[in-house]
């Protein structure tokens, strides 16, 4: 017996799966542009990123990760046995190319950049991620019309075996394709407008140029850098320098990695 009164909602809501899914994209791309802004204060004299620069870097994030996801889960819905062969396939050639970059972020230690590169192809699998400098924006676009390619080309398969109507499963397949380009779009409008824009002299010579600029006699202020002086010196030393010419403390990888994405 079905009551006068109620009547089943026009639009009922997404399952919990469906829920799920798009907070795990969003908390990804939430943590993508956390690492970006904690890489900007690496930079020397840069002004902190925008709101609307950084919810744009979130947003063209969301929307290269969503549909290279879900073109992944649609195609291994159809091909269950065959989702992993893609995956390794993939990541092997993702690992070539960072082989192929000259990847030098373990300072010598072979086996440890060997497994630092075996992560970036991994990451590599679902997004870009710069790590080597020199000719990011062509690695960008190789790397982005290798991933839309794939992304074509999953849901193509796809739409050749899915349980739906035809005309469904096209327009399934490129509303995923769509979404990515306009991920892509975003990126382009980031880059023009919102992405610091540095010389290598600029990036890498913060702390040369805060030495030179410093009032502090050369010999003293080089042995208190290098540790030569004793604690009480040091701190005198150190002292002297105006607050503002003062270096902040850097680490190492962190600002070889800011380095990589900001030249």
């Given at each position: 017996m079905v009551l006068s009164g109620s009547s089943n909602p026009p639009f009922p809501p997404p399952p919990p799966s469906v829920l799920k899914a798009v907070g795990s994209v969003s908390a990804v791309a939430f943590c993508v542009t956390t690492y970006h802004r904690s890489l900007r204060s690496f930079?020397?004299?840069?002004?902190?990123?925008?709101?609307?620069?950084s919810l744009l870097y979130f947003l063209w994030n969301l929307l290269l990760l969503a549909p290279r996801l879900l073109a992944l889960a649609l195609f291994a819905s159809m091909f269950p046995c065959f989702i992993f062969t893609h995956f390794l396939c993939s990541w092997l050639l993702l690992l070539f190319c960072a082989w192929r970059s000259n990847t030098d972020f373990m300072d010598g230690d072979a086996v440890g950049e060997w497994l630092f590169r075996g992560t970036v192809a991994l990451i590599w699998y679902f997004s870009w991620?710069?790590?080597a400098p020199g000719a990011t924006r062509q690695r960008a676009t190789l790397y982005h019309g290798y991933a839309l390619l794939d992304v074509c080309l999953l849901c193509a398969l796809w739409s050749w075996k899915a349980p739906v109507p035809p005309p469904h499963a096209a327009a399934t397949s490129v509303a995923v394709v769509a979404v990515y380009v306009l991920g892509l779009v975003l990126k382009v409008v980031y880059y023009r407008f919102f992405h610091p824009?540095?010389?290598?002299?600029?990036?890498?010579g913060v702390g040369a140029q805060t030495l030179r600029e410093s009032?502090?006699?050369?010999?003293?202020?080089?042995?208190?850098l290098s540790g030569e002086m004793d604690g009480e010196l040091q701190f005198r030393s150190m002292a002297?320098?105006?607050?503002h010419d003062r270096a902040p403390p850097?680490?190492?990888r962190m600002k070889k990695l800011a380095e990589n994405f900001y030249l």
């Open positions: 930079l020397p004299s840069s002004a902190p990123p925008q709101l609307c620069g991620f710069c790590v824009n540095l010389r290598k002299e600029e990036l890498r009032d502090e006699p050369d010999g003293a202020l080089r042995s208190t002297a320098v105006p607050e850097t680490n190492h």
